[in-house]
T-cell receptor, first 112, second 113 residues
Framework: KQEVTQIPAALSVPEGENLVLNCSFT??????LQWFRQDPGKGLTSLLL?????REQTSGRLNASLDKSSGRSTLYIAASQPGDSATYLC???????????FGPGTRLSVLP | EPEVTQTPSHQVTQMGQEVILRCVPI?????FYWYRQILGQKVEFLVS????????KSEIFDDQFSVERPDGSNFTLKIRSTKLEDSAMYFC???????????FGQGTRLTVV
């Protein structure tokens, strides 16, 4: 059974720090992995999509990497801001399915 | 910017009642999904829909659930006889291609009392 895990479960950092969120997935047969942001009680906002053939994707202060062989993806946030406070979810799409398998999320608090 | 729109944002219903959750996917998208998130838990897949038929469904998506694309724009999820455990946030998502970026709506919070 495919499973996606994320560590840490929660993270609190002072404003301006660079930080890394981790996502691990079982079974390297993924087509792609997508990172989302979720504000409390709200929907999922897409941040980055990495295809299995890619190793990195960048958008502004965000950089996501993918290592299929080790079953890991990281989301790097540079120069964090209080507005970055949210829960960050990773979701893996596997070759033989059409749906995402979501991780439990990392709850990020950036303190002013 | 195009977005996935869901209505209503919050619905309260009595146990045993039927509910229909509505979604308007992004207009040129071809793949449609429903997911749900019980409070404090992971986002879970319910069903995927392509070419006017269900392409995959999870164990959660039993006979009480159905989906429909009644016209060219709406995508609905029906729960025939709601249970207390159906209380959750329900998300609709759409994609242009099978392996392209997924866009999610803001969700419908369903409360079954």
């Amino acid at each position: 059974k495919q499973e996606v895990t994320q560590i840490p479960a929660a993270l609190s950092v002072p404003e301006g720090e660079n930080l890394v969120l981790n996502c691990s997935f079982t079974d390297s047969a993924i087509y792609n992995l997508q990172w989302f942001r979720q504000d409390p009680g709200k929907g999922l906002t897409s941040l980055l999509l990495i295809q299995s053939s890619q190793r990195e994707q960048t958008s502004g202060r965000l950089n996501a990497s993918l290592d299929k062989s080790s079953g890991r993806s990281t989301l790097y946030i540079a120069a964090s801001q209080p507005g970055d406070s949210a829960t960050y979810l990773c979701a893996a799409m596997y070759n033989y399915g059409q749906n995402f398998v979501f991780g439990p999320g990392t709850r990020l608090s950036v303190l002013p | 910017e195009p977005e996935v729109t869901q209505t209503p944002s919050h619905q309260v219903t009595q146990m045993g009642q039927e509910v229909i959750l509505r979604c308007v996917p992004i207009s040129n998208h071809l793949y449609f999904y429903w997911y749900r998130q019980i409070l404090g838990q992971k986002v879970e897949f319910l069903v995927s829909f392509y070419n006017n038929e269900i392409s995959e469904k999870s164990e959660i998506f039993d006979d009480q659930f159905s989906v429909e694309r009644p016209d060219g724009s709406n995508f609905t999820l029906k729960i025939r006889s709601t249970k207390l455990e159906d209380s959750a946030m329900y998300f609709c998502a759409s994609k242009a291609g099978q392996y392209t970026e997924a866009f999610f709506g803001q969700g419908t919070r369903l409360t079954v009392v």
